[in-house]
């Protein structure tokens, strides 16, 4: 049973000294490794292990193919100028082969924990010879692997696995007591910017988790771009989370005055404290507008867009 630590109770900068104590005491005279997203619960895990460990820690960022538009640049040069130093690692090409031809989502999930834990960042590890790896495992995550509604690709010993037995090395996870909304305040406490503390939660599985079907270097193109228009419109919103969804059936529309069978994209906006519970946010009429304008304008192939509107439950706020 973890014990979670709740927004009211949470002391940031006692928790930040007690998980650095943590840490170091962990780690010992050993080295440890993280992969670095830039989401905020690896970011603010990337600051703790800095923190505990200096340069015993080796922070990397693994470009997989699945991120959003000029996200490994950006990730990179944000924590250069925070002191990090962090490697980039191309395994594009491993994620997509090992995604083609995969159309269930808790395959697909399964085929990225695996690519990831095993193979790219498995090898990373047992090359480094780090003993230990610094993950952004937290409570929401545990919650709904167990629970069965979605597998995270982050969650092992929760479901009898072993780690050390599996992958060969152990994994610390610091921030497992919190919810998102206290991994914020903590981000803050470490002097993380803003924009990346109260950044909206992206999935382990990146792009992937909003792809319904196979997982394509079209598809992916497709749904980065439509992506961008969407955060770029409802950035000002204060939603918890937003994002585009693009589907696998082709749908009938209509360009220069005869029938295009073209791609669909669903639009979901949310609002939520913790990821649990989730409402779709009540955006006016002119903002949606402006984002199907701007999707079937900018997004070549795309004939359809939506806005969903099921809160979570029965929903879940990702689609994959």
């Not at 002191?83 to 090992?98: K, L």
């Not at 167990?146 to 969650?155: D, L, S």
């Not at 359809?304 to 929903?315: D, G, H, L, M, R």
């Amino acid at each position: 049973m973890i014990n979670e630590i709740k927004i009211t109770e949470l002391e940031p900068e006692k928790f930040i000294q007690e998980k650095i104590s943590e840490i170091r005491d962990a780690v010992g005279n050993g080295t440890a490794i993280n992969a670095l997203s830039g989401g905020v619960d690896s970011s603010v895990v990337t600051m703790l292990g800095h923190r505990a460990l200096g340069e015993k820690l080796r922070t990397i960022f693994i470009q997989n193919g699945l991120m959003r538009e000029g996200e490994p640049e950006s990730v990179v040069r944000i924590f250069r100028d925070l002191g990090v130093n962090v490697e980039v690692i191309d395994a594009r090409r491993e994620f997509i082969e090992a995604l083609k031809g995969i159309t269930d989502p808790e395959e697909k999930r399964e085929a990225i924990t695996q690519t990831f834990y095993k193979k790219v960042f498995g090898r990373i590890v047992r090359e480094s010879g780090a003993r230990f790896l610094l993950q952004g495992t937290i409570l929401t995550d545990v919650d709904e692997t167990v629970a069965g509604i979605k597998r995270q690709h982050n969650v092992f010993a929760q479901l009898g696995i072993d780690p050390q037995e599996a992958f060969g090395y152990q994994i610390l996870e610091p921030l497992i007591q919190l919810r998102k909304d206290c991994v914020r305040v903590v981000g803050r406490a470490l002097g993380l910017p803003e924009e990346i503390f109260n950044r909206i939660p992206f999935p382990g599985p990146a792009l992937a988790a909003r792809i319904i079907g196979e997982v394509t270097e079209e598809k992916l193109e497709v749904v980065r771009k439509a992506t961008s228009v969407v955060e770029e419109i409802l950035k000002e919103t204060g939603a918890f989370q937003y994002m585009a969804i693009l589907h696998n059936d082709r749908v009938t529309g209509m360009r220069g005055g005869k029938r295009d069978f073209g791609m669909q994209i669903e639009v979901r906006c949310w609002d939520s404290t913790d990821a649990r519970t989730a409402t779709p946010t009540r955006l006016s009429f002119e903002i949606l507008e402006r984002v199907a304008k701007s999707i079937l304008e900018e997004v070549p192939g795309v004939v359809s867009v939506t806005y969903n509107i099921a809160p979570k439950p029965p929903s879940t706020i990702e689609a994959v």
